[in-house]
Every structure is written in structure tokens, then in C-alpha cells.
């Protein structure tokens, strides 16, 4: 596999699985941004997908080819899989933009497909936060809304309308 240094523009054979690693490392316990596409050389995409997540782990193997999952640490069904990429391009040119790179492969008939991960920064609390309000319940939601949204009424014992009654009609009698 190719590594494409956007910096210097400059062009390396991967030396080692633990160098992928150690790159790779580099997006661990942070969020990423990700898109996965396909389009054919001319330009025209087929599809793309685009989401966010906390890599949890990143696992590397080179058996017959080589693998890259991705791991996303709070949903254990969800997972990146890149099969035997070409080239890897890493962008780290712009400093404040985060680090990202990109795996590339190619096919036969002009189609290549691309996985973007860009680094977000640090899992940080604020996302947790966001996290454990996803996991709240409907029913508890509209609780913790009626909760702050209620403004207590006067103060004093409250008092319930009177209850309208109605007494039997009376004819009076003539002379009284």
C-alpha cells in the first residue's frame, strides 16, 4: 500500500503494519468523521455515506490482504471495514483542521472507492451529555419537560371552583 502525504506532496511505501497502527492511533477515544463513497473515474458518484462516532479501537490485519475495522465505542453492531486498500492519504497539511486521512481502492472498470476519516478532537463530556439524553425514554422526556416548564401558581390553599348545583324548582303559591 501506497501513503500519500498531502504535506510535501510526497510518496511512501508502508513500511509496517505497526506504522499503519501508530497513524491510525491517532483517531483512537476521539470523535471522527467519516465518509465512505464510490464513483466511477469520470467523477460520477454511485453512492456515499456520512455519520460520526467515537473509535473505540482500530484492528489491523494482514493475512491474505490487508483489513482495517474500525470499531465505534458506544454501538458494538456498528464497525468500518476497509478491505485491501491501495493507497492511504493522509492530510495533516492544515493545522486547527484536524488530522485526516483517507483509504483508497481501486477496481476493475474504473471504479474507486474511498473511506475519509477526519478527527473531531477529544471524546469530551459535552458529548456524553448529548449521549445520555438519546437514552432517556419518551415518558421521561415529557416529565423533565412538564417539570421545568410549570411555573408554581399564587400562593395560599388552593380553592376549587364551587360545584353548581341545582335546587329542585319551586312553584310558589299565589298569596304568600
Same mark, same amino acid.
Not at 500500500?1 to 500519500?4: A, E, F, Q, Y
Not at 475495522?69 to 454501538?75: E, G, L, M, S, Y
Not at 476493475?108 to 478527527?119: A, K, N, T
Given at each position: %500500500?501506497? #501513503?500519500?502525504y498531502t504535506?510535501?506532496n510526497?510518496?511512501?511505501?508502508? @513500511?509496517? #503494519?505497526?506504522?499503519?497502527?501508530?497513524?491510525?492511533?491517532r483517531?483512537?477515544?476521539?470523535?471522527?468523521?467519516?465518509?465512505?463513497?464510490s464513483?466511477?473515474?469520470?467523477?460520477h458518484?454511485?453512492f456515499?455515506? =456520512?455519520?460520526?462516532?467515537?473509535?473505540?479501537?482500530?484492528?489491523v490485519?494482514?493475512r491474505?490482504?490487508?483489513?482495517?475495522?474500525?470499531?465505534?465505542?458506544?454501538?458494538?453492531t456498528?464497525?468500518?471495514?476497509?478491505?485491501?486498500?491501495? @493507497?492511504?492519504?493522509?492530510?495533516?497539511?492544515? %493545522?486547527? =483542521?484536524?488530522?485526516?486521512?483517507?483509504?483508497?481502492?481501486?477496481s476493475?472498470?474504473?471504479?474507486?472507492?474511498? *473511506?475519509?476519516?477526519?478527527?473531531e478532537?477529544?471524546?469530551s463530556?459535552? #458529548?456524553?451529555e448529548? *449521549?445520555?439524553?438519546?437514552?432517556?425514554?419518551? /415518558?421521561q422526556?415529557?416529565e423533565?419537560?412538564?417539570?421545568?416548564?410549570?411555573?408554581?401558581? /399564587?400562593?395560599?390553599?388552593?380553592?376549587?371552583? /364551587?360545584?353548581?348545583?341545582?335546587?329542585?324548582?319551586?312553584? @310558589?303559591?299565589?298569596?304568600?
Open positions: %500500500m501506497k #501513503i500519500i504535506r510535501g510526497r510518496t511512501e511505501t508502508l @513500511a509496517s #503494519i505497526s506504522t499503519l497502527r501508530k497513524i491510525l492511533g483517531f483512537v477515544r476521539h470523535r471522527v468523521f467519516y465518509e465512505v463513497s464513483r466511477n473515474k469520470r467523477g458518484e454511485f456515499s455515506t =456520512k455519520n460520526t462516532f467515537v473509535v473505540g479501537s482500530i484492528e490485519v494482514n491474505d490482504y490487508l483489513t482495517i475495522t474500525i470499531f465505534d465505542a458506544h454501538n458494538s456498528h464497525s468500518i471495514e476497509i478491505l485491501n486498500p491501495s @493507497a492511504l492519504r493522509i492530510y495533516d497539511e492544515t %493545522m486547527g =483542521k484536524g488530522f485526516a486521512v483517507s483509504f483508497l481502492s481501486e476493475p472498470g474504473d471504479v474507486e472507492s474511498r *473511506c475519509y476519516l477526519r478527527d478532537g477529544d471524546e463530556d459535552g #458529548i456524553l448529548r *449521549c445520555e439524553l438519546e437514552k432517556i425514554t419518551l /415518558p422526556l415529557f423533565y419537560l412538564d417539570e421545568i416548564t410549570h411555573v408554581a401558581g /399564587p400562593v395560599g390553599p388552593r380553592v376549587d371552583p /364551587p360545584i353548581a348545583t341545582h335546587a329542585p324548582l319551586r312553584s @310558589a303559591a299565589p298569596g304568600a
